[in-house]
């Protein structure tokens, strides 16, 4: 009997990790600490909402069914500053709105794999994406990284056979944070176009990357839509994660083959949302800024505060966009002793053991902070309670 889907894989992590807090108590002198999750907690800036509160009441079409692909409007506007922002061309044609990135990446292995082949995806990895190769039937081929947390082309290499449809890089990363270097990800580029493959590139957190500039040049390569598949999500830098607003930039061909998915599992993606991440685009490149200055502070506070923890053995493995990498220094594996620090130090975070395959041991002396919503006096009392652990 086969299995359904579903059943091919495991729960929801953050999901899971929200039941931990049952039966636990907390104060005000003592309040909980939630760094599980990658997500603002603040509602977009008041610009956007009167926007999106205008639209729904003046534009009758917001509320009817879209375009598969999404807005044109918005469908350019990307084309238009993301070309400019990587020094490449893109056509609005090559671009489509998805709700969410999440989606857009359900998408794209879809429109390129099939049941039984491979994916390579490094490790430690972003559990949706390991979660719906497993739904899809296709194999999930990790390719570990070092004490950097930086995958290896040539290791990637050694993995590929006639199965192989694609590697997936993330960056900067979740959940290891670390910014992958432009010669990195254009070795990856390479080899994929050297074999034939799909590179997917989610950059869902790439307001927050601390370089200047573009991260990669893999645009300015005049037949990059050959190979490359870029992912983003509107949430992170408009705080619209409600509103399920996604994008993935690649060939007008294979966003044909895309359209299909879209059509039979959303029909078109959020028309308020749509709205809301145009105007963003167009409106609040200073507001970003902003934003993006504020979580670079709080990374730097990350590093500031460490010798905190350092003292009692925990290690800072990765640092950036909005996650924290830790090593922790107990006996207790990660699954145990995540659920352990809600009760203890009234902190909820996410275990290595999440983002890594069952069969790989590092993952239990891992744990993911994502310090997006704790300001540098919180990252300050999140260390001294970890420091503060005896277990």
């Not at 409600?242 to 061909?253: D, K």
Request: hydrophobic share 45%; charged share 20%; net charge negative.
């Amino acid at each position: 009997m086969t299995l359904p889907r579903t059943a091919t894989t495991f729960a929801p992590p953050v999901m899971e990790a929200r039941r931990w807090l049952d039966g636990v108590s907390f104060s005000e002198d003592f309040p909980l600490i939630n760094v599980s999750q990658a997500a603002p907690v603040d509602p977009p800036p008041e610009g956007l909402r009167r926007h999106i509160a205008e639209t729904a009441l003046n534009v009758a079409d917001a509320h009817l069914y879209g375009p598969v692909l999404g807005l044109p409007e918005l469908r350019a506007e990307v084309a238009c500053q993301f070309g400019a922002a990587y020094g490449g061309d893109i056509a609005a044609a090559q671009v489509a709105i998805t709700s969410g990135c999440n989606q857009a990446f359900c998408a794209a292995i879809t429109a390129i794999a099939g049941e039984g082949d491979e994916v390579i995806l490094p490790t430690p990895w972003y559990f949706n994406h390991k979660m719906w190769l497993d739904m899809m039937g296709v194999r999930t081929v990790p390719l570990a990284t070092q004490g950097d947390l930086l995958p290896d082309p040539e290791a990637a290499e050694a993995l590929i056979n006639d199965r192989t449809r694609a590697i997936v890089l993330v960056t900067p990363n979740n959940p290891g944070g670390v910014e992958y270097p432009a010669d990195l990800v254009q070795a990856f580029f390479d080899l994929a176009r050297r074999r034939g493959l799909r590179l997917i590139v989610d950059e869902t957190y790439r307001d927050f990357d601390s370089r200047t500039g573009a991260p990669h040049d893999l645009f300015k390569d005049p037949d990059w839509h050959d190979t490359l598949i870029q992912l983003y999500s509107f949430s992170k830098a408009y705080r619209l994660t409600g509103h399920r607003v996604g994008a993935m930039v690649t060939s007008a061909p294979l966003l044909a083959e895309v359209e299909k998915f879209l059509d039979t599992v959303t029909i078109c993606p959020n028309q308020l949302g749509q709205h809301g991440a145009l105007w963003g685009m167009q409106n609040l490149a200073q507001w970003l800024a902003g934003e993006r200055a504020e979580i670079l502070d709080r990374r730097a506070a990350i590093s500031d505060h460490l010798p905190l923890v350092a003292d009692k053995g925990w290690e800072l493995m990765g640092v950036g966009a909005y996650f924290a990498y830790m090593r922790h220094p107990f006996d207790l594996p990660s699954n145990e002793l995540a659920p352990a620090l809600v009760k203890e130090a009234h902190v909820l975070t996410l275990p290595g053991t999440m983002f890594m395959p069952e069969t790989d041991p590092a993952g239990a002396r891992q744990l993911r902070i994502a310090f997006a919503n704790v300001d540098r006096s919180g990252i300050r009392t999140l260390f001294e309670r970890l420091a503060a652990v005896e277990l």
